[in-house]
Each structure stands twice: as structure tokens, then as C-alpha cells.
């Protein structure tokens, strides 16, 4: 027996609200994407103190140097890459590059923390981080 006009319309119904669920599910996809800023400045810290402040605009390679290791982060194309470091597990090595701010790349063994941060001029815009 041929289906009604009643099951055409609740296909019909139904196709529209999954096109419906489509779209908000891309508008909160792009207000996601639109949300991450890319960084300014690179923050080198070691066992919690600032070992220095590195402009991602500016090609330059780091040797960052410890007490007792020498590591080598790379900056070119506006991203911080670690591409060098003596620890034993080299998952600093093998990280990806970071450029969005509070991005990270650690290296425990080292107590290292290289970290995308907005440059203070910028963040002192007399906004807190919670109106941000």
C-alpha cells in the first residue's frame, strides 16, 4: 500500500530540522575558530620563573639554557617550534608547533613551559580576563 501525502510532509519535517541542527552546529563551529586569537608574544618559564618574552613576528631561534640542559625552540611564520632539547622522552620535540594564545609546549623534565601569551601592551586595555 502507497504511503499518504501525511508521510511525504514528516519526511519533509524531518530533513528540515536535521538541515536545521546542521547549521547551528557550523555557526558554533565558526564562532569556536573565531574565538582563538592568535598570540603576540612566546613566554619562556623555568621552574616558574619568566626566562624571557619572544615577539612571534620576529624570525628567531632560542637556545634556552638551563642549569643543567640546553633546549632550542624555534620561531618563523608567527609559531614556536621546539625542535631541540636533551631531555629523554622528547615529547617537547614532538609536540606541534603553537601560535593561539594559551598554547603550550612542556617539557617536565626540565620544569620548561613555553607558552602563547597576548603582549602586555595589548592585554592592558583595561579589560580583566573575565570580560575578555
Known sequence: MPGNGSDLIKIKRDLILILVFCLLALIALLAVRSGRKEGTVVQIRIDGKVYGNYPLAQEQTVMIRGEDFVSTLI??????DM?????????CVNH??????????????HKLVVEVIPDQEESSGGLDAVSK
Open 75 to 80: 620561531i618563523r611564520d608567527g609559531k614556536a
Open 83 to 91: 625542535t631541540e632539547a636533551d631531555c629523554p622522552d622528547q615529547i
Open 96 to 109: 606541534r608547533p603553537v601560535r593561539f594564545r594559551g598554547e603550550t609546549i612542556v617539557c617536565l623534565p
